[in-house]
Every structure is written in C-alpha cells, then in structure tokens.
C-alpha cells in the first residue's frame, strides 16, 4: 500500500520507483496487467489496517476497466499496455508512455490480460465479466477459431480498435486464452486447440517470455498449483 499505491486515486502504479520520484508524470500512469484483484482480496483479508484502503483499489481498477469497455474497447474486450490520466479519467494513450508507441494497444504487457483476469474468476468463484466474455468471443471470431491466427498485437488507441498490427504464431499472445477459455462454457473445442498450439511450439523456438507464460497458463489449465 505504501510502495505501490497511487493514494489520492488509489491506482496502482507502476512500481516502488515511481513513489521515489518527487515530479514526474508516472504517478498517474497505471498498467492493465497489474489489475490482480484476486491477489488484492488476499491484501484486504491480511492486510487489515488497509482493507478499506484496498477495497478502493479495486473499485478504481473496475471503474477504468468499465470506462474502457465504453470506447474503443466496447466490442472487442481489449485492454491497452497502460492507462494514463488525461483530464481526471483514465484512458488509453496515444502516445509512447514508458515502453513503445503502442502503450496505448493491446500488446506485450495486456497479453498477459485473458490468464490474469480470469484468475478472480477461477479462485474466488466471482462473474464472469462484461470485458472477459467480450474478450473471448471477439477473439475467437477475429481468428476463425485458430489460435494460430492470434496476432503478437492489436490496436486500442492508435488505430481501428480490434486491427491487427503483430505476427502469428507469438506464444505470449496465445497462452493466455487458454486460461480465459475457462471461465465460461462452450470453449472447449477452443480450449484443445489452443494446448495443441502450445504443444507444438517447441520450447527452443519460444522466447523466455513466451515460454514463461506458456508454463504457468498450463499450470493453471491442468489445475497442479
């Protein structure tokens, strides 16, 4: 809470650096990927003195997440890299923030989106969520079922919401809907497509990072945590 928590807005932000930082623009810049809320309900139960302090966490991570879904995200579910604060609301960037030019897009960081959001679900029994189920059926249509056609990005901010912009084949990308495509039934033909697609990427072909996310997608499929 001290480290990593924005408090006059209760975002998270991007890390214990930025709170070391006496003038910079990064104490309003938040990243999608880090919305855990299913670790955040483990601070509110542990973390007493700040549970209160934690609960509105939560709400400002659904409150931008609702926003998002609102705009370019409406139809296809898709988070961007980093939210920046423009005119007391947080939306997605059109400009480069910390990493690339597509902060603002669906991209190495928001990959990551479909395993981590669908974890709440998974664990604390919750919804299923307006982003997650617009997610999965977007995506599955955008690629005629084949996970092989997930592209390594999409746009949010700085093009047509929904166009893609990367290469196929990016296990980063793939791996994560794994996890999403078991959140809500009728997947399941989906869900196999994806293992096999997994499977047949040998681990020396794959990045570190996508064999990272390959490996704990899996862990979370096959339930052995």
Not at 68 to 91: E, R
Not at 156 to 162: F, K, L, T, Y
């Amino acid at each position: 809470m001290n480290s990593c928590v924005n408090k006059n807005d209760y975002i998270l932000t991007l890390g214990d650096w930025v709170e070391g930082i006496k003038v910079n623009n990064f104490k309003y810049v938040t990243r999608s990927s880090d919305f855990l809320i299913y670790h955040i309900r483990e601070f509110i139960k542990f973390d007493t003195k700040n549970s209160e302090k934690w609960k509105l966490v939560i709400k400002t991570i659904n409150s931008i997440i609702s926003e998002q879904m609102k705009k370019q995200s409406k139809y296809n579910g898709l988070m961007p890299d980093f939210f920046i604060k423009y005119k007391g609301k947080y939306i997605a960037p059109k400009v480069k923030v910390l990493e690339t030019i597509h902060d603002g897009d669906y991209y190495f960081n928001s990959c990551r989106i479909p395993w981590r959001y669908s974890m709440d679900i998974i664990l604390n029994k919750t919804p299923v969520t307006t982003e997650l189920h617009t997610l999965n059926k977007w995506i599955k249509k955008e690629t005629l079922s084949n996970p092989e056609n997930i592209k390594s990005g999409y746009y949010v901010a700085n093009d047509s919401p929904g166009k893609p912009f990367g290469s196929t084949n990016d296990i980063s990308f793939i791996a994560p809907f794994l996890v999403s495509s078991l959140i809500e039934k009728g997947h399941d033909t989906w869900t196999i497509s994806i293992w096999k697609t997994l499977i047949n990427k040998p681990i020396e072909s794959c990045t570190f990072y996508e064999n990272t996310l390959k490996l704990m997608t899996m862990i979370v499929a096959t339930g052995n945590w």
